[in-house]
């Protein structure tokens, strides 16, 4: 960025609707000028022509005609210092010296001692610096455009007589159902209806494989429809979809700080002042003193003031923390500022809660324990027969369990829920019941067995919840539900290993539970049976040990905790509104294998930003001698800053481009 950081012109500074981060596209809101419909190419049209008078002019002149030549260098210097000069004398009104007040004074300086080539050539550089700085910075933006740009423009409504009508998306209300064909992309976020099918999610969750959407799953806009029709009930207006608020959010994010900038900032409003002081006096002294000339001391003076000028390290930090953001989002992973992307970098320490986040968060059938002579597929018949009577999220497991094996679940007749001991109902015109020991002890109809009592007693010793099913008489056996290990926790606390990051298990679960799940998943250190406060405790202890802790889970009760973390970090796709809103990131597919890839993109950023600072005052502090002592001339001073300026904004964006960091780091199969 040529210039301070507070610029009114300054890229980052911009409204981002104004950026098309809102809009369909870059230069939304604008005037549709010539130059405005070729983009940030648009900003490359001055400097090309201010290059082109500069070329014209010097061959003129060579071939004699100065008068021409000085008139074509003078369209040079109106072309590529309009700009700068415009900025720089903005921020002169309000108390401010900044670089582009800098390099205008040095083109001046520069044809007051007959250097107008050199001038001329500051000014072409400055602004052809400028336009492609632009350049760079939309391509980082583009990659996060493109979400807003997904989302389809009109839904297929579904009316009530079963027809159809396409609506624009603006008009379809929460609760409307929409009409999904195959190979299009969803209008709205809601829940699937009718039908499944195979949804791709990559541009929303990162997920790189299509996620299978039955009658009760979620659907984001913008998404794209397998081969299956699907009808969808609308949850969220189109202004508050999720794609529509990590649009917003990541707009937000990118709009604000990192520390880096912060840091920048303040040494800039320092040092431009003291390069200005320094520039008068490198005029001034060497003549009085002697020691050269008038004229030779002030194109010195001048080639310093370049050289000096921290353009480079202006556009140092945004580049980079644009490009992560960026590439973080396109990830699956939604980081709400350049801050909370640099603390991810410093994380050591992981607290992690466990239910809904190391677990899925919802229970399912883990074991299956028949009496002899019994097979699974009776026993799980009359369970889910029984339970599908409750909406207990352990029934739920059931039922599912059964009808996941292709079971046929009868219905059950005078189902009673007995509180604190099970669910009985009629099956097959026989009473049944499933539950705890003391909903058969005494039972008129129902039997008792202390074998299956034995059965449920070791299901309940492998840490998960077990339950009796009897069918009149006959004991039919045990089933044990938990609330199992996401896949891809084990393979995350690895790849967590590898980038020396250690893992905590935080859980108001009890002990043996949490053990049996940190056993699975290979975190070693568990914290079991807390309260909210407690966990609170534990992260400040990390955060005391560490100088920095992230905490990750579900975004609600788990709030305080993420809030006293360096960085909170949400499970998005199941509270996705509340994550939003209460973390500083959000995996957005609550894929755990997004951690690794965050965190080492924190790091990679990190990285890039210390790079950029140390090549960029490099050449600062190589330019200001050279110049001073007129072993570089003006030129090469020109050339070597403002070469360095855009080799920095680039070198930035390959952040853009770089490899998901989860697959370098995960262990091997």
């Known amino acids: 960025m040529h210039g301070s950081a507070d610029h009114d012109h300054g890229h980052r500074h911009h409204d981002p609707a104004a950026d098309g981060l809102h809009g369909s596209g870059a230069g939304s809101g604008s005037v549709a000028t010539p130059l405005a419909r070729l983009g940030a190419y648009g900003e490359l049209v001055w400097p090309a022509i201010a290059g082109a008078a500069l070329l014209t002019g010097y061959l003129v002149a060579k071939g004699g005609h100065q008068s021409a030549g000085y008139g074509l260098y003078a369209v040079a ?13 903005r921020q002169l009104i309000r108390g401010r010296l900044d670089i582009d007040f800098l390099m205008v004074v040095a083109a001046i300086g520069a044809a007051l001692v007959g250097e107008f080539v050199e001038g001329a050539l500051l000014l072409f550089l400055f602004s052809l610096g400028h336009g492609l700085e632009h350049l760079a910075m939309s391509r980082a933006r583009s990659a996060v455009e493109a979400l807003a740009r997904i989302a389809p423009k009109k839904a297929r409504l579904r009316l009530a ?90 707009a937000e994010a990118q709009a604000s700080k990192s520390t880096a900038e912060r840091a920048a900032e303040r040494f800039t409003r320092i040092y431009v002042p003291c390069v200005l002081t320094a520039t008068a006096l490198a005029v001034v002294v060497p003549p009085l003193a002697g020691w050269l000339g008038w004229n030779e001391a002030f194109l010195r003076a001048m080639s310093m003031l370049i050289g000096a000028s921290p353009c480079a390290l202006a556009i140092s930090t945004p580049a980079a923390v644009l490009a992560g953001l960026a590439r973080a989002a396109r990830g699956g992973v939604l980081v709400k500022g350049g801050a909370h992307l640099e603390n991810l970098g410093l994380l050591r320490s992981i607290a992690v809660d466990k239910t809904g986040t190391i677990t899925r968060g919802r229970p399912e059938v883990s074991a299956i324990a028949p009496m002899p002579g019994v097979t699974e597929d009776e026993l799980l018949r009359v369970a889910a027969s029984v339970e599908s009577a409750s909406d207990h999220p352990i029934a739920r497991a059931v039922v599912a369990a059964a009808r996941a ?25 026989v009473r049944a019941g499933v539950g705890r020991a003391t909903l058969f002890a005494g039972h008129a109809v129902l039997a008792a067995d202390a074998r299956v009592e034995e059965l449920a007693q070791a299901i309940q010793a492998r840490a998960m919840t077990a339950m009796s099913v009897v069918h009149g008489g006959r004991a039919l056996g045990a089933i044990g539900v938990s609330d199992r290990a996401r896949p891809e926790a084990r393979q995350a606390v690895a790849a967590l290993a590898s980038l020396g990051c250690e893992v905590v298990m935080l859980t108001g679960d009890n002990a043996a539970t949490a053990r049996a799940i940190s056993q699975e998943v290979g975190i070693a250190r568990v914290e079991a049976g807390l309260m909210p406060e407690q966990k609170i405790g534990f992260v400040r202890e990390l955060v005391a040990r560490d100088g920095t802790a992230g905490m990750v889970g579900d975004g609600v009760n788990d709030a305080p905790a993420l809030a006293a973390a360096t960085v909170g970090i949400a499970m998005g796709h199941g509270g996705t509104d ?14 755990l294998t997004r951690l690794a890839f965050a965190v080492d993109l924190g790091r990679a950023t990190r990285a890039m930003i210390r790079q950029n600072v140390i090549f960029s005052m490099a050449v600062v502090v190589g330019l200001i001698p050279l110049t001073l002592f007129g072993v570089v001339p003006l030129s090469v001073a020109v050339i070597c800053h403002e070469g360095s300026t855009v080799l920095v904004a680039l070198h930035g964006l390959r952040l853009l481009s770089r490899r998901d960091g989860y697959e370098r780091v995960k262990p091997a199969a």
């Open 578 to 591: 509340v994550a939003l809103e209460a973390a500083d990131v959000a995996l957005m597919s609550d894929d």
């Open 77 to 89: 210097y109106a072309v590529g210092g309009w700009e700068a000069t415009r900025d720089g004398v």
């Open 405 to 429: 094996r292709g079971i046929a679940v009868p219905p059950p007749v005078d189902a009673a829920a007995v509180k604190g001991r099970g669910v009985e109902a009629t099956v097959d015109g």
């Open 161 to 250: 007589d079963g027809g159809e009508r396409e609506v624009p998306v603006e008009q379809v209300a929460v609760g409307d159902l929409i009409a999904v064909r195959p190979g299009e992309r969803i209008a709205a976020d809601g829940e699937v209806c009718e039908g499944r099918s195979g949804v791709d999610q990559s541009p929303i969750t990162g997920e790189s494989m299509p996620v299978d959407k039955a009658p009760g799953d979620g659907v984001f806009a913008g998404t794209l429809n397998g081969d299956g029709a699907l009808l969808v009930r609308v949850t969220q207006l189109a202004s508050e979809s999720l794609v529509a608020q990590m649009v917003r959010l990541v």
